[in-house]
């Protein structure tokens, strides 16, 4: 190692605080955005209730990062409005991803920075509906 590696140089990146094109390319047989609204819609991908959370989120975080929404947090009623999965479905797989710490927040929550690749991974994974 050299010294100029032990600089805080070595500490800057010129990307953002995530891999944007690791994110996009997860969610692309997934969801898509209108453009003229930034609402998320799902394509019929067979994703689980928790799945489908999971892709809301990352969309969401997505267009945060590119000054497109406000915020990044999602409610189970907003999902559910969104998409029409009943709150009983929904509720439940709430609690399943902030039980696996994909999920931080009380009532609105959001997908840690630090936990983006763990929610691409699960969302990559065959799961019945």
Request: glycine letters at 8%; proline letters at 2%.
């Amino acid at each position: 190692m050299t010294d100029k590696d032990n600089t805080i140089e070595s500490l800057f990146s010129d990307s953002g605080p995530f891999d944007e094109a690791e994110v996009v390319n997860a969610l692309r047989s997934h969801v898509t955005i209108q453009r003229s609204t930034n609402r998320i819609y799902f394509k019929n991908s067979g994703l689980a209730t928790d799945r489908k959370i999971l892709a809301y989120g990352l969309a969401k975080k997505l267009l945060t990062s590119k000054g497109i929404l406000q915020t990044e947090m999602i409610t189970a009623q907003e999902f559910h409005v969104a998409t029409g999965i009943k709150k009983g479905t929904v509720d439940p797989a709430f609690k399943l991803l902030k039980d696996k710490g994909l999920f931080v927040g009380k009532g609105e929550y959001e997908i840690p920075t630090d936990k983006i690749s763990s929610a691409i991974e699960m969302l990559g994974k065959e799961r019945a509906k």
